[in-house]
């Protein structure tokens, strides 16, 4: 029998427009450009809501009376915790790498070191264990930060809220209310995303019965990539080059000459604008207008300009991390940083899912057509040449 050519046999490569599983935590309408949690709007969301609320409403599917979210916040608070065990063997970490890799080994020592997230054979001790990781993330990755600027890290706040204490965190000074705001919602605006590469990710471990902190690794190690949430800091970096619009002009010249991809822009389900860039944007400019510093808007807003004239009608126009850097650096925040925001924020999405995949689990497993050779003889390593 012949075997079909490669060019022949249909398969959706990069997994595009299968549909794996039902949920109810979000979704994602690409042609509209709409983007809800719960069926709750994220315009509304950011507008109204908090990261705390919005995480119980992933969780639990519905938004939280006053008693419900005081509960959920108390726990969140008293899991803000991270060992200091672990904080001493990330210290301890061979290298300076970057702090996606160290938010990474970070959650895996956690694993090692807390013997109840082990046991969490059940699925309620599953999700409080994910509830304990999304209340450790922002504590583990401003710890990261400042173990990088070779200062101690900063316990946390229990007074403050989850954005508030991850800002306080960082710097060890009490957050301004309209940054506190700022990084709120950028927190709720990053926290689910459809089945995105790294929820993705999240639940093939946990399909297999794998443990929760393997399943946020694994997604932590997806998001770091720069097609995925690692191209926020690769947009700073691109815009920080250039001193004025028309430098970045010639730049986007040149990579369309090259057929370079250019980084914030594109998007797998989105053929439109992505309703996080809008939101972003116009936090970008009011904070740049702040600080008084508008270059990177200005190059942005260049870029945007150039790129959607020329490829919009591709659908590649801005994606959610083309502004978001913008403002984590006028909030003074280093750029190594921004892809473990997203995580700090992320980690809600991903245990959403998994939780909601596990009460009607299935292991995910698809399949690659072989096209290669066949049959071919055993030859004995000494009669290779
Ligand atoms: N700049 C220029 N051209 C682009 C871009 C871009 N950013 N993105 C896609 N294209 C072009 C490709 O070159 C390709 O062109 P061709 O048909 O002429 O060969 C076409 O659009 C399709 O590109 P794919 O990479 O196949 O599209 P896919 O749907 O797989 O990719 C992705 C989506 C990975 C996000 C892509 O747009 C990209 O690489 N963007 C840049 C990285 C980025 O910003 N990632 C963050 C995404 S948001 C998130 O994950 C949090």
Not at 71 to 90: C, H, M, N, S, W
Request: hydrophobic share 40%.
């Amino acid at each position: 029998m012949t075997k079909p050519s490669e060019k022949e046999i249909e398969f959706a490569k990069g997994l595009e427009g299968v549909v794996a599983t039902t949920t109810q935590v979000g979704s994602v309408d690409g042609t509209a450009g709409k983007l809800a949690y719960r069926g709750y709007d994220v315009n509304d969301l950011a507008e109204h809501s908090t990261y705390e609320e919005t995480v119980y409403l992933l969780l639990y599917g519905a938004l939280p009376t006053r008693s419900e979210l005081a509960g959920f916040t108390d726990k969140l608070v008293g899991y803000r915790t991270v060992p200091e065990e672990a904080l001493a063997r990330i210290r301890d970490l061979p290298c300076p790498c970057h702090p996606m890799s160290m938010l990474r080994s970070g959650i895996s020592l956690l694993e090692c070191i807390d013997d109840a997230c082990r046991i969490a054979e059940n699925l309620e001790s599953k999700q409080d264990a994910g509830i304990q990781l999304i209340g450790q993330m922002a504590t583990l990755a401003a710890a990261i930060s400042r173990i990088l600027e070779q200062k101690p890290p900063v316990a946390p706040d229990p007074e403050l809220s989850h954005a508030g204490n991850f800002l306080y965190m960082l710097s060890g000074r009490q957050p301004e209310p309209l940054a506190e705001r700022v990084m709120d919602i950028a927190l709720i605006l990053h926290a689910d995303h459809g089945m995105n590469a790294s929820t993705f990710a999240s639940m093939v471990v946990a399909s297999t019965l794998s443990d929760i902190h393997s399943a946020v690794s694994s997604g932590i190690a997806t998001l770091k990539g720069s097609l995925h949430g690692g191209a926020n800091e690769r947009v700073i970096r691109m815009l920080e080059q250039f001193s004025t619009p028309e430098e970045a002009l010639a730049y986007v010249d040149k990579a369309m000459e090259n057929k370079e991809k250019i980084m914030g822009f594109g998007h797998r389900v989105y053929k439109t604008y992505d309703p996080r860039a809008r939101i972003f944007q116009r936090y970008a400019r009011d904070l740049s207008e702040l600080t008084g510093d508008m270059k990177l808007y200005n190059v942005a807003e260049a870029i945007e300009k150039k790129v959607v004239a020329t490829l919009g009608h591709k659908g590649i126009l801005p994606n959610v991390d083309f502004y978001s850097g913008i403002i984590y650096h006028a909030l003074g925040i280093d750029a190594t940083l921004f892809t473990p925001i997203f995580a700090v924020s992320r980690v809600a999405g991903w245990v959403a899912r998994i939780m909601e995949y596990l009460e009607n689990n299935r292991l995910f497993r698809p399949r690659a057509v072989y096209v290669g050779p066949e049959d071919l003889p055993y030859i004995p390593i000494d009669q290779r040449g």
